[in-house]
Structures are given as C-alpha cells and as structure tokens.
T-cell receptor, first 112, second 112 residues
Framework: EPEVTQTPSHQVTQMGQEVILRCVPISNHLYFYWYRQILGQKVEFLVSFYNNEISEKSEIFDDQFSVERPDGSNFTLKIRSTKLEDSAMYFC??????????FGSGTRLTVV | GESVGLHLPTLSVQEGDNSIINCAYSNSASDYFIWYKQESGKGPQFIIDIRSNMDKRQGQRVTVLLNKTVKHLSLQIAATQPGDSAVYFCAEKREGAQKLVFGQGTRLTINP
C-alpha cells in the first residue's frame, strides 16, 4: 500500500526559529497538501499545491508559511518564525485529482 | 449506539454491537465525502468515501449513507471491535475545489 512519509515525527523548536517539515507524497499523485491539527481539535486545511504552485490556501497560511517541491519527490512546509500557537500536528497529504486523499502520520511540532 | 455531530463528541458501544456515527456537513456544493479514522498520535486513515451522486456505499463492515436533502452523512460500523476505538472524522470536498473540510470528530470507545 503506497504511503505518504513525513519527517521528522517530532520537532521541538524555540519560538522565533525557522522549521522545515518534510514530506514524500505518493509518487503518482499530483496534488499535495498540508493540514494541521491542534491538540484535541479538528484537522484544518493550510495549503494545496499543484503543478508547482499553490492552488489554494487558508487564512492560517500567512506570510510566515511557505511550501516548496524542491525535487521530484519531496514536498516541504517552512515556518519562518515560529510562534507558540504554531504548536500542532502537521499532516501532509496527497491525492490524484479529486480522489485518493492519503495522509501521512504527521509531524508533531512543539514550540517552546 | 448513535452520535449526532458536534453535540455528542463521544460514542460508547458494546463490543459486537453496531455503531452509527453522524456528521452534518455545511456546504450544499460539496460533491465528495470521506470518512477517516484517527488513532492516537497517528494521521487520518481512509475508511470509505462516497460521491454526491450516490446515497449509500458499502465496504468491509462499514457503510456510508448520504442524505443531501438535509446535508447529513453517517458511518455505520457493523459488529464493532476493540480495534475500532478511535476518533472518526467526516470530510467534505466542494465541487471544483481540492481541499478537504473536516468535521469536528467523534470519539468511539468500545466497552468489553
């Protein structure tokens, strides 16, 4: 069964530091996403990426966030200057158009 | 046992009983719906999906029902097992969009 792989599984960072969360989507998928889940809450959409550009983003995805597909396999989420409220589980997902949405196991980001 | 969206976030059922988890979705333009299972510390795991041109779809031990008239989605799990303990989320996708919008989630616990 194809998987979406995320690294690291847990990242602890100091407030104000930059973090990069990494994902390897499923190889034949065309759409890539980042979602986040604050502890005990629902999963929230951050951004979708298609054809090497952002196709949609939420109001959470402000100037502190950026995404990149630096090569043919990786998809990254960068947070430039982390805040305490950025602490959450971050999930990468990929899909084949409007179906086949598959999520990774997540990166737990803790900002201290 | 049966739950009703945000008003009953926890559902407890006896092992072997059937479970019904409900979800009220928000957007009448949504054309695709997915149920996810999330175990503690893990990412959402696909269970079953349904398109808006259907009102019922069955999988292994699971059935999804869609009522577009009242914008209601339900997940039925037959013969609930201890391994079914998790939080269950419904997610909807609006026609023409790619992002998923998640519901609040229902925690299913199994009593022996």
């Amino acid at each position: 069964e194809p998987e979406v792989t995320q690294t690291p599984s847990h990242q602890v960072t100091q407030m104000g530091q930059e973090v990069i969360l990494r994902c390897v989507p499923i190889s034949n998928h065309l759409y890539f996403y980042w979602y986040r889940q604050i502890l005990g809450q629902k999963v929230e959409f951050l951004v979708s990426f298609y054809n090497n550009e952002i196709s949609e983003k939420s109001e959470i995805f402000d100037d502190q966030f950026s995404v990149e597909r630096p090569d043919g396999s990786n998809f990254t989420l960068k947070i430039r200057s982390t805040k305490l409220e950025d602490s959450a589980m971050y999930f990468c997902a990929s899909s084949v158009g409007g179906r086949g949405y598959t999520f990774g196991s997540g990166t737990r980001l803790t900002v201290v | 046992g049966e739950s009703v969206g945000l008003h009953l976030p926890t559902l407890s059922v006896q092992e072997g009983d059937n479970s019904i988890i409900n979800c009220a979705y928000s957007n009448s333009a949504s054309d695709y719906f997915i149920w996810y299972k999330q175990e503690s510390g893990k990412g959402p795991q696909f269970i079953i999906d349904i398109r808006s041109n259907m009102d019922k779809r069955q999988g292994q031990r699971v059935t999804v029902l869609l009522n577009k008239t009242v914008k209601h989605l339900s997940l039925q799990i037959a013969a609930t097992q201890p391994g079914d303990s998790a939080v269950y989320f419904c997610a909807e996708k609006r026609e023409g969009a790619q992002k998923l919008v998640f519901g609040q989630g229902t925690r299913l616990t199994i009593n022996p």
